[in-house]
Nanobody, 121 residues
Framework: QVQLVESGGGLVQPGGSLRLSCVVSGFTKNTRDIGWFRQAPGKVREGVACINRRDNKTYHSEAVKGRFTISGDNARNTVYLQMTSLKPVDTAVYYC??????????????WGQGTQVTVSS
């Protein structure tokens, strides 16, 4: 059974940093793409970043490019989202999603339970 478990969320001041982790189990080893999505109260869910676990190619949304970095550790079956220069607009529940490829994660992927990130002074 596929499982994705996120951790690392919390309260941080503007300009601060957090690292989210997603432990993945149940997928065929090294054959799945993993992405991060977020949803703020009253807003549409949006894709943040994605990593191809076969070639480690990464994608980041324009909203986070240059501030967030997605990476993977296949030996630990873990994907990370390093978030720096955090802004109040980054406040949201962050979800880890796994599937066949980054383009179809939103509609066909398997979702974790989410972790809350709050950026506030």
């Amino acid at each position: 059974q596929v499982q994705l478990v996120e951790s690392g969320g919390g309260l941080v001041q503007p300009g601060g940093s957090l690292r989210l982790s997603c432990v993945v189990s149940g997928f065929t080893k090294n054959t799945r793409d993993i992405g991060w999505f977020r949803q703020a109260p009253g807003k549409v869910r949006e894709g943040v970043a994605c990593i191809n676990r076969r070639d480690n190619k990464t994608y980041h949304s324009e909203a986070v490019k240059g501030r967030f970095t997605i990476s993977g550790d296949n030996a630990r079956n873990t994907v990370y989202l390093q978030m720096t220069s955090l802004k109040p607009v980054d406040t949201a529940v962050y979800y880890c999603v796994g599937g066949d490829n980054c383009d179809t994660l939103a509609t066909e992927g398997s979702w974790g339970q989410g972790t809350q990130v709050t950026v506030s002074s």
